[in-house]
């Protein structure tokens, strides 16, 4: 068994604690279960999610490059294949604090709209440009893309009108950070704009300027429906409790350079509740099958934790008058149906059906330093499946392990102080062999607080 100095739970190896049958034996006793669970990333902010053609193509913040993920299954992200497709050039202007990119399929390429600063410049827009159809192809750094104001500016998105194209972003409208704007000009094409910008909304209401500091506006996304074009946007600040999402809506066909073609909703449509705060920054994706609409956005992991905060999805309704209705944010402990055609099967395996000497308590098991735990799973076939610990923070706990084929793995590094978090998800990667696989834990350190365990495909 192999493990670091601290450790919570380490996965015994010797094919990681696996007793596998012949090839020969029966592997149909798994009973999949059709739900998940929030968060579908433990960590993440500002994710973007885009469906193109039977694939899911995603990214979020990472600070220091930009990180490409793909997966047949939204819900997957946490095991899907990525690549780091861009990584800046030490001291330039767009080299640090590389925040919210978007992945946009234009014209038989993709293109990478960030924002970043460095080398002593304030935060800018930027645009990368794919070599072909392949998001994982070669990109090349087009540069900055900005309107003749030359403004402070984030989030920028892209709104596709027939044959038109749209950028929308948030920016200052000065050189003082006093308040965030929506804009919106015209393009010329996907990496330039052909128009002076034009302000579609400041924080007007008071649901808007919640949090200090400076008032916001900001992480336009873009919505369509059969007779509008929507932004949800992201008002309050960041960094609060009270980050939650506006509306902005114009009829399909309209001027969208003309503010009056647009109307903004008094109200917020999607904020915190059911114990999840701050949701916000969210993206829009069809289920696999495209019969659903599906919210993804991120929000704090507990209440006043700010920025630290992780990746959730539920589905929406679009309702009778084009409107989004997305009701209340999802809690971590509720599972929600899989997105209709997700292809993911999930083996859940409860509290009663794992073999422990743990203390079985209402909630899940209670696991302390020397104690095992154990589940059998049938794998139809070889290959690689993924172990989910879904558990709550009862301390610092943080869980190394490595299986007889070499892959290494770290489950949780609790290093940000939280202590309130409802439910997280970690996972591991294991290679198992066709046939009864019996997979061992075992608590080598602490307290840990299980509430149940999952094996996925993906």
Same mark, same amino acid.
């Given at each position: 068994?192999?493990?670091?100095?601290?450790?919570?739970?380490? @996965?015994?190896?010797?094919?990681?604690?696996?007793?596998?049958?012949?090839?020969?034996?029966?592997?149909?006793? &798994?009973?999949?279960?059709?739900?998940?669970?929030?968060?579908?990333?433990?960590? %993440?902010?500002?994710?973007?999610?885009?469906?193109?053609?039977?694939?899911?193509?995603?990214?979020? =913040?990472?600070?220091?490059?930009?990180?490409?993920?793909?997966?047949?299954?939204? =819900?997957?992200?946490? #095991?899907?294949?990525?690549?780091?497709?861009?990584?800046p050039t030490p001291g330039t202007e767009n080299s640090q604090n590389i925040w919210a990119p978007e992945v946009h399929f234009i014209d038989g390429k993709w293109y990478v709209y960030y924002a970043a600063d460095g080398g002593g410049s304030q935060h800018r827009m930027y645009v990368l440009?794919?070599? #072909?159809?392949?998001?994982?192809?070669?990109? +090349? *750094?087009?540069?900055?893309? =900005?309107?003749?104001? *030359?403004? $402070?500016?984030?989030?920028?998105?892209?709104?596709?009108?027939?044959?038109?194209?749209?950028?929308?972003?948030?920016?200052?409208?000065?050189?003082? &950070?006093?308040?965030?704007?929506?804009?919106?000009?015209?393009?010329?094409?996907?990496?330039?704009?052909?128009?002076?910008?034009?302000?579609?909304?400041?924080?007007?209401?008071?649901?808007?300027?919640?949090?200090?500091?400076?008032?916001?506006?900001?992480?336009?996304?873009?919505? !369509? +429906?059969?007779?509008?074009?929507?932004?949800?946007?992201?008002?309050? %600040?960041?960094?609060?409790?009270?980050?939650?999402?506006? @509306?902005?809506?114009?009829?399909?066909?309209?001027?969208?350079?003309?503010?009056?073609?647009? =109307?903004?909703?008094?109200?917020?449509?999607?904020?915190?509740?059911?114990?999840?705060?701050?949701?916000?920054?969210?993206?829009?994706?069809?289920?696999?099958?495209?019969?659903?609409? $599906?919210?993804?956005?991120?929000?704090?992991?507990?209440?006043?934790?700010? $920025?630290?905060?992780?990746?959730?999805?539920?589905?929406?309704?679009?309702?009778?008058?084009?409107?989004?209705?997305?009701?209340?944010?999802?809690?971590?402990?509720?599972?929600?149906?899989?997105?209709?055609?997700?292809?993911? #099967?999930?083996?859940?395996?409860?509290?009663?059906? @794992?073999?422990?000497?743990?203390? @079985?308590?209402?909630?899940?098991?209670?696991?302390?330093?020397?104690? #095992?735990?154990?589940?059998?799973?049938?794998?139809?076939?070889?290959?690689? !499946?993924?172990?989910?610990?879904?558990?709550?923070?009862? %301390?610092?706990?943080?869980? &190394?392990?490595?299986?007889?084929?070499?892959?290494?793995?770290?489950?949780?590094?609790?290093?940000?102080?939280?202590?309130?978090?409802?439910?997280?998800?970690?996972?591991?990667?294991?290679?198992?062999?066709? %046939?009864?696989? +019996?997979?061992?834990?075992?608590?080598?350190?602490?307290?840990?607080?299980?509430?149940?365990?999952?094996?996925?495909?993906?």
């Amino acid at each position: 068994m192999k493990k670091s100095a601290l450790t919570g739970i380490a @996965i015994l190896t010797a094919g990681i604690g696996l007793a596998a049958c012949t090839p020969d034996q029966s592997s149909e006793s &798994n009973e999949y279960v059709k739900e998940f669970y929030n968060p579908i990333l433990p960590d %993440g902010a500002d994710p973007w999610m885009t469906k193109h053609e039977d694939t899911y193509v995603y990214t979020h =913040t990472t600070g220091s490059n930009i990180t490409i993920w793909q997966s047949d299954s939204p =819900t997957s992200m946490m #095991n899907a294949e990525s690549k780091v497709v861009w990584e800046p050039t030490p001291g330039t202007e767009n080299s640090q604090n590389i925040w919210a990119p978007e992945v946009h399929f234009i014209d038989g390429k993709w293109y990478v709209y960030y924002a970043a600063d460095g080398g002593g410049s304030q935060h800018r827009m930027y645009v990368l440009e794919s070599e #072909n159809e392949d998001p994982f192809s070669e990109y +090349t *750094d087009v540069g900055q893309i =900005t309107d003749p104001t *030359d403004k $402070w500016g984030i989030d920028g998105t892209v709104i596709q009108q027939e044959e038109e194209l749209f950028y929308v972003w948030s920016g200052w409208e000065g050189d003082e &950070n006093v308040s965030q704007y929506i804009y919106i000009a015209g393009m010329e094409n996907p990496m330039e704009l052909n128009t002076d910008r034009v302000e579609l909304s400041r924080p007007e209401y008071d649901w808007e300027k919640e949090g200090g500091a400076p008032s916001i506006n900001e992480g336009p996304q873009i919505l !369509y +429906t059969e007779d509008y074009i929507h932004i949800v946007y992201s008002g309050s %600040g960041s960094w609060s409790d009270f980050y939650k999402l506006g @509306i902005l809506t114009a009829e399909r066909g309209s001027d969208l350079l003309d503010p009056d073609s647009w =109307t903004k909703q008094e109200e917020p449509v999607f904020e915190s509740g059911n114990n999840v705060y701050g949701p916000g920054h969210a993206s829009f994706v069809e289920s696999p099958d495209g019969s659903e609409q $599906w919210i993804v956005y991120h929000a704090a992991k507990e209440q006043g934790s700010g $920025w630290t905060r992780n990746v959730r999805m539920q589905p929406f309704e679009i309702n009778e008058d084009g409107f989004p209705e997305f009701g209340e944010p999802v809690p971590v402990t509720k599972p929600l149906p899989l997105p209709a055609g997700d292809p993911v #099967n999930i083996t859940k395996y409860t509290a009663e059906e @794992i073999e422990t000497e743990a203390d @079985i308590t209402e909630e899940g098991i209670l696991a302390e330093t020397d104690q #095992n735990l154990s589940i059998t799973f049938d794998a139809p076939e070889d290959g690689e !499946y993924y172990l989910y610990l879904y558990w709550r923070n009862s %301390g610092a706990v943080t869980v &190394n392990g490595s299986t007889d084929s070499g892959d290494t793995f770290t489950l949780f590094n609790n290093n940000q102080g939280l202590q309130n978090e409802p439910l997280t998800a970690s996972s591991y990667k294991l290679n198992l062999k066709q %046939g009864e696989n +019996t997979i061992d834990l075992i608590v080598t350190n602490g307290t840990f607080d299980l509430d149940h365990i999952e094996i996925k495909d993906r």
